[in-house]
């Protein structure tokens, strides 16, 4: 059974940084083919695609609003994905999510993806 479990958030000021870890069990990264994505969603809004990763290639993905700010990555020996955020704004405040979902293609379309963990709050003040 896929299971993901997020840590890193917390409150930032504005200009700071913060990183997001997710720990993936139930698939490996070395043997199996996983897209691993970071969506946030902020209260009253819809979820967005932040960010992806291929756990086969390593390929990435961005949303438009954190391209060149954010970094995602991962470490194959941890099984976990990181998110690396820098000159966080205000309106980067949500709970991010990880999630998962079997394949190679990188995609942040949040219905097509079968994982989720619980979400952890980051809140960037001005």
């Known amino acids: 059974e896929v299971h993901l479990v997020e840590s890193g958030g917390g409150l930032v000021q504005a200009g700071g940084s913060l990183r997001l870890s997710c720990a993936a069990s139930?698939?490996?990264?070395?043997?199996?083919?996983?897209?691993i994505a970071w969506f946030r969603q902020a209260p009253g809004k819809e979820r967005e695609g932040v960010s992806c990763?291929?756990?086969?290639?390593?390929?990435?993905e961005y949303g438009d609003s954190v391209k060149g700010r954010f970094t995602i990555s991962k470490d194959n020996t941890k099984n976990t994905v990181y998110l690396q955020m820098n000159m966080l704004k205000p309106e980067d405040t949500a709970v991010y999510y990880c999630?998962?979902?079997?394949?190679?293609?990188?995609?942040?379309?949040?219905?097509?993806?079968?994982?989720w963990g619980q979400g952890t709050q980051v809140t960037v003040s001005s």
């Open positions: 990763i291929s756990s086969y290639d390593g390929s990435t």
């Open positions: 999630a998962a979902d079997k394949g190679t293609i990188t995609l942040m379309l949040p219905g097509i993806y079968d994982h």
């Open positions: 139930g698939f490996t990264f070395d043997d199996d083919d996983y897209i």
